[in-house]
């Protein structure tokens, strides 16, 4: 394959789409689980006039090639890191603003280690390293609440989907913003999502919190069932120098319970 069939291979791979202004700094954002490049599309439009937006969908997600998924490299947050730092290879991006939504936070924490020269500067949305409570440490949930999760969600993805995409998005007196999330976790192929959902609800990666050499905001929103409180201040003293700023919107959504605030609050930290 010439390098320019591999660069074209990678972009494809992963839908990717770059906007804005070609000459802005970058910025590349990621969705999280059950989600796709969509997610972004309220918040995008605040930062196309003065940066290079860079959009893209994890294997199995969206428009990606879901020909391209392999179970062995997928069953870490380490391949997908390995794509993340692919794209900003083929795409010849340094100094990023990396914008993570929930396991994309923590992909993107991998893959800053991996290779820090292409990041300027993190931001963490709802980030949790470790979903699962151990010891002192608060994840969140039980592994019994877990296991339980998984075992829903094996059983009947789309049942699962309509149930607890409302209460992952909060927001219960705006039923539309869970709707959008259910819309989005149902258009994600179901058998890679049970693989995703393991990937991500059974994930460590609390000791590459303190492995992190770029600038990093993390965002923490109000009320959010997967990635409370207490996760964010974790992260936020695990990462030296960054800074932990509280959004008023609920849920673990904010791209689209409130995409303005997250908007201007992103923008208002970028270094």
Known sequence: MTTQAAATDVLLRNNVHVLGNPA???????HGFGCSQEIWRAVVP?????????????????????SAYDRGKYDSLDGYARDLLEI???????????????????IGVVASVDDPSRFGQLVLVGPSPRYVDQGAYRGGFTQTDIDGLLDSLDANYLGWSAAMAPVIAGNADRPEVGAELTGLFCATDPMIARHFARVTFLSDNRRDLARVTVPTVVLQCSDDVIAPAVVGDYVHDQIAGSTLVTLTSTGHTPSLSDPDELAAVIRANIA
Not at 24 to 30: D, E, H, Q, T
Not at 88 to 106: E, P, R
């Open 24 to 30: 802005g700094r970058p910025l590349v954002f990621a």
């Open 46 to 66: 605040y930062f196309v006039r003065d940066y290079r937006v860079v959009l893209f969908d994890h294997v199995g997600a969206g428009g990606s090639d879901t």
């Open 88 to 106: 900003l290879a083929v795409l010849d991006l340094t100094d990023v603003v990396f914008v993570g939504h929930s396991v994309s936070a923590m």
